[in-house]
Nanobody
Framework: QVQLVESGGGLVQPGGSLRLSCAASGFTLDYYAIGWFRQAPGKEREGVSC?????????FYADSVKGRFTISRDNAKNTVYLQMNSLKPEDTAVYYC????????????????WGQGTQVTVSS
């Protein structure tokens, strides 16, 4: 069973930080590019960040999060992380991770389905 499970979301004040986790089971994550996407209420899902396979290691960040978010992977834990700093109210969304071969911020079309996601709420 190929599965990605998001966790780490929560409620934070503007300027705060969270670290999201994307834990893989059923496959070896380091062979794949993993992308983070988010969907805010009333808005379309959008690309946030992506990290390529370990042999490549290149990353993508949306302009809106560049300089604030950092994506990384821990192959020993089969997990990809998204460190989110200097959070803004507009970062409020459900965050999802999926395999993303092109790793370009565009919603991929070659994966099975979205998971549960993890809710991030930034509010004072």
């Amino acid at each position: 069973q190929v599965q990605l499970v998001e966790s780490g979301g929560g409620l934070v004040q503007p300027g705060g930080s969270l670290r999201l986790s994307c834990a893989a089971s059923g496959f070896t994550l380091d062979y794949y590019a993993i992308g983070w996407f988010r969907q805010a209420p009333g808005k379309e899902r959008e690309g946030v960040s992506c990290i390529s396979s370990s042999s490549d290691g290149s990353t993508f960040y949306a302009d809106s999060v560049k300089g604030r978010f950092t994506i990384s992977r821990d192959n020993a834990k089969n997990t990809v992380y998204l460190q989110m700093n200097s959070l803004k109210p507009e970062d409020t969304a459900v965050y999802y991770c999926v395999t993303d071969p092109l790793c370009d911020g565009i919603i991929p079309t070659d994966f099975g389905s979205w998971g549960q996601g993890t809710q991030v709420t930034v509010s004072s």
